[in-house]
């Protein structure tokens, strides 16, 4: 999908949760040179002084990412204020342009690919990274349900390895409990003599809304997951409200 359609779609996307630019906590993804960490909170209307060589990346409560990098001397949310959802839009554009090699290799490679049912499937039938949601089970997704499979798993220095059939008419299976989860770690999946290698990241805790995590995906590579979230957004946003 073109990073143009992408950006427009999540404009639309922003415009229906009905996402106010004014933002409340920022989350720190990357910190170099000040004593901030990956997952930190920090308040957006607050100021923020970087000294010279100091750089901070922060997702805001909307999804957009801001690159800070000093001197600077001024409040997050400053660099929010006067724009409007379009300009979330252009930020993901310019997010996706910073890692336009993965993301178009994501593209390519899962052209033509039936949909992921749901945001937060492992699809062992193709390569690339899967991001997942801190403290839930995670969930191994095939395409194909018709016949009864074999699925191997093993990291990617192969130390170790577990198995596991998988029942006909069932698409979806729980990782084998004997699997030991690393964030970042590659993995192998083969299923039916087909090997695929799958990095898992987990979303750090303290982004707590699917349009920050829509945005840590875009960064992180998971385009194989974000038309399902996508899709959830919407549902999500055009539920009607209900009735006391």
Request: with cysteine.
């Amino acid at each position: 999908m073109p990073r143009h359609i992408i950006a427009a779609s999540i404009a639309t996307l922003l415009g229906l949760a009905g996402i106010a630019q004014a933002a409340t906590d920022f989350i720190v993804m990357d910190a170099r040179g000040i004593k901030l960490k990956a997952g930190d909170k920090i308040d957006g209307d607050q100021k923020l002084t970087l000294l010279d060589g100091q750089r901070l990346t922060l997702m805001a409560p909307n999804g957009a990412t801001l690159k800070l990098q000093g001197p600077k001397d001024e409040a997050p949310s400053d660099e929010l204020k006067g724009g409007s959802t379009a300009d979330v839009g252009g930020a993901l554009t310019a997010m996706l342009a910073s890692n336009k090699t993965k993301t178009a290799l994501g593209v390519t490679r899962n052209a033509g690919k039936k949909e992921l049912p749901e945001p937060w499937l492992v699809d062992v039938s193709s390569e690339g990274v899967t991001c997942l949601l801190p403290g839930e089970a995670v969930k191994l997704w095939r395409p194909k349900a018709e016949a009864e499979g074999k699925l191997t798993i093993a990291p990617s220095d192969r130390s170790w390895q577990a198995s596991r059939d998988w029942s006909q008419g069932s698409d979806i299976m729980a990782m084998p409990p004997s699997v030991p989860l690393h964030d970042r770690a590659t993995y192998i999946f083969n299923l039916d003599g087909e090997s695929k290698q799958v990095t898992l990241v987990a979303i750090p805790v303290a982004m707590n809304n699917d349009l920050m995590r829509l945005g840590f995906m875009f960064d992180k590579g998971c385009i194989r997951q974000t038309p399902a979230l996508e899709n959830a957004i919407r549902d999500q946003s055009t539920k009607p409200v209900a009735q006391r």
